[in-house]
């Protein structure tokens, strides 16, 4: 090999290496042309028509959603009776989410924002009010789910889906079953935790356990749970936010503060995954639709709404992302047509929770100027020596 | 007009040059200055930038702390100065090791059999092919309590009727080290490859025939033509993990945080831009100290860049 070749070796590493830092999640786009009556996804799902057909004049349109949080079929459904194109972004973070659209340039259509970010893009005027006269599916969703604190009246969202965050163990391996959070600091589950990469969840429900509220803002209090939270630290093993159930389905941990539907599918996976409620009132969030300001394609957006949860359509939530549902329609459909679905799903604590572990439930809120206090502790816990 | 240019070089030279500085201006320049601006800035409560001077990110970032126990004004606060050391030792140690691990292999290919070089070097290069991250999931699965590593052990020992429990790998400091050795393995290779290949069969001669013995040869003729292949190496490698955050947030279980990952969380979770652009202009003005000391000991490894 001569040198010269040598070289452009050397040149292709350094375009190696760029490639590398771009490896942040890029958008990938799928359009489907109508040419029959009948409209079946690859999947082999037949598409129910829309209860009420728009009128959209929209050729394209750009979701912004969490990574892997809508049915697959949704798109293709949605591209053939439509016939429009969908494109579709994702993101691994509220603040992600935020900070994009913050930066302006986008062109997103819809974004599910979780509840405590909703009044912060309120605020700085990222979201469009909803026309309520072209929602059709209104009268799908549930009570419990609406007028919440971030989004009194829902004038800018509508509920996605919800969830809790508890404890989950593995009862094969765990002998002292924790009952509260509380119990978390137990010294026999050194290193073998897995807790959810949150710095509000973690040290709100360490507040939780001193009897503070899950949003203070006192110094004071936050610094007591600080340093409660820093005696919790050798009992972590890692933290994760993308699939906390890989390392407790891999083995690697036994037990943990992870979403409702991760513990589900972990339950599914294996029976001896346990859930507790704990009894100081589990984490609660809520995830919604929103149109951003800026929205081009408006009618596609509500086309899109109106479609999706609608009750045939919607139930497909059911099977993929097994959460608190609050589109009664949807719970309906799969009861009358997929009792195999809906039975597991409503006779599960996890996904179908007591009431009483809803109403002692906390949910996050935004703390505005504690924020970098928070992020403060959360560094000083993960980052001390 | 062209004719003139046609003969003067120095002109062409300019001309050519111009596309380059001109995207260098926009995409690294210009982005500099801001960065530097909003650095100096404050946090709105919502984590906007309020554009001020102000060096409170920077005092922040050195320790001084304002809101300390009662009855102390200031205090000590070493949170980000060992974020920084750890980044800085995890980079050193990286380097170490990667330098250790790749000098032998390189010696190796370069004084292989010309027809067997290609192929080796398209075997150092083919990982990288696979995205980063999924390389790095590869060594999750493989440093798992039930993963390869293990399962290889846990048969041994069996065989050996040996008691075994598994190792606890992943989610370690050491997990981490791992990781960053692996993924920057090649940029070391190939530069210590190139100064390894280059050096004339006939020197390897002469020392023989003046009486060195192989050893002496290697820390007379070799090690010292080399080095220029080592220090390219070491500043490919030494810069990149000093601001990588993939690795340590997968391998590490996000328990081990480096500068790059204060940083990322400053733009994302904790909404302070102004401390985040902070903590990058100290990374950078870090990572150019370092460099410059070394590279005034060593250069730059020039040989490799003009061959």
């Given at each position: 090999m001569n040198k010269s070749n040598l070289f452009k070796l050397l040149a292709l590493l350094v375009v190696a290496s760029m490639a590398l830092a771009a490896c942040g999640g890029s958008g990938t786009s799928d359009s489907q042309s109508s040419d029959s009556a009948q409209n079946v996804t690859s999947s082999g799902f037949v598409c129910p028509e829309p209860e009420q057909k728009m009128d959209v004049t929209s050729k394209e349109l750009n979701i912004f959603v969490w990574?892997?949080?809508?049915?697959?079929e949704w798109k293709e459904c949605f591209e053939m009776v439509y016939g429009v194109q969908i494109n579709h972004d994702e993101y691994s973070a509220n603040e992600e989410m935020y900070a994009k659209l913050k930066a302006g340039g986008t062109s997103y259509d819809l974004v599910q924002p979780t509840d405590y970010i909703v009044s912060l893009m309120v605020r700085n005027g990222l979201l469009q009010k909803l026309d309520?006269?072209?929602?059709?599916?209104?009268?799908?969703?549930?009570p419990a789910y609406m007028d919440q604190p971030f989004d009194p009246g829902n004038e800018y969202t509508i509920p996605y889906e919800g969830g809790l965050d508890a404890i989950v163990y593995n009862a094969d391996n765990v002998t002292t079953a924790p009952v509260s959070y509380a119990d978390l600091w137990n010294p026999e589950y050194a290193g073998r935790m897995v807790l959810l990469d949150d710095s509000r969840v973690v040290i709100g429900m360490t507040l939780l356990t001193l009897g503070y509220d899950v949003n203070t803002t006192d110094p004071a209090q936050l610094e007591e749970a600080k340093n409660k939270l820093a005696e919790l630290v050798p009992n972590v093993k890692l933290f994760d936010s993308?699939?906390?159930?890989t390392a407790l389905i891999a083995g690697d941990v036994d037990l943990g503060i992870v979403w409702t539907g991760e513990a589900y599918t972990a339950n599914q996976e294996d029976p001896a995954f346990t859930f507790v409620y704990p009894t100081e009132g589990a984490v609660i969030w809520q995830d919604n639709w929103a149109i951003p300001a800026d929205a081009p394609h408006l009618d596609a957006a509500y086309a899109w709404l109106n479609y999706t949860m609608q009750g045939d359509v919607f139930y497909l939530m059911l099977r993929d992302f097994p959460y608190l549902n609050p589109d009664t329609a949807a719970l309906e459909y799969a009861k009358a047509n997929y009792p195999d679905l809906y039975d597991p799903f409503m006779g599960s604590p996890v996904t179908n929770p007591p009431a009483e572990a809803i109403q002692k439930a906390h949910r996050i809120d935004d703390v505005g100027d504690a924020t970098p206090l928070y992020d403060q502790i959360w560094t000083e816990i993960k980052g001390g020596e | 007009m062209l004719k003139r240019l046609r003969e003067n070089k120095s002109a062409q030279g300019t001309l050519l040059a111009l596309p380059t500085t001109f995207w260098m201006f926009i995409l690294l320049i210009i982005p500099l200055i801001l960065t530097a601006i909003v650095s100096f800035g404050k946090r709105s409560p919502d984590g906007n930038v309020i554009y001020t001077f102000s060096l409170d990110n920077y005092i922040r970032l050195i320790g001084i702390s304002s809101d300390c126990p009662a009855g102390q004004t200031t205090c000590f606060n070493p949170l980000y100065v060992q974020i920084l050391w750890r980044s800085l030792t995890l980079a050193f140690n990286s380097t170490v090791l990667v330098i250790m691990l790749a000098y032998p292999l390189a010696y190796f290919i370069a004084r292989s059999h010309p027809n067997r070089r290609t192929t080796f070097l398209f075997m150092v290069l083919i990982p990288l092919w696979t995205n980063f991250v999924i390389r790095v999931y590869a060594w999750m699965m493989l440093l798992r309590k039930e993963g390869a590593i293990n399962a290889v052990l846990g048969w041994v020992a069996h065989l050996l009727h040996i008691n075994f429990v598994p190792l606890e790998m992943l989610y370690t400091p050491g997990a981490v080290l791992v990781g960053m050795v692996y993924e920057f393995l090649p940029f070391m290779i190939l530069p210590i490859y190139t100064s390894l290949e280059k050096i004339d069969n006939s020197l390897y001669e002469a020392a023989a025939d003046l009486g060195a013995n192989p050893f002496r040869t290697f820390l007379r003729v070799t090690l010292p033509l080399s080095m220029p292949g080592v220090v390219a190496g070491t500043i490919l490698v030494f810069i990149p993990v000093m601001g990588t955050f993939i690795v340590s947030d997968l391998l590490g279980g996000k328990q081990v945080i480096l500068i790059g990952n204060l940083i990322q969380r400053q733009f994302l979770d904790a909404r302070d831009p102004a401390f985040g652009s902070a903590s990058s202009l100290i990374l950078m003005v870090m990572t150019l100290i370092v460099t410059y000391f070394y590279t005034r000991k060593f250069g730059f490894g020039e040989e490799i860049v003009a061959a």
């Open positions: 990574t892997e949080y809508i049915p697959t309520k006269s072209k929602l059709t599916i209104m009268d799908n969703l549930d993308d699939s906390p159930k | -």
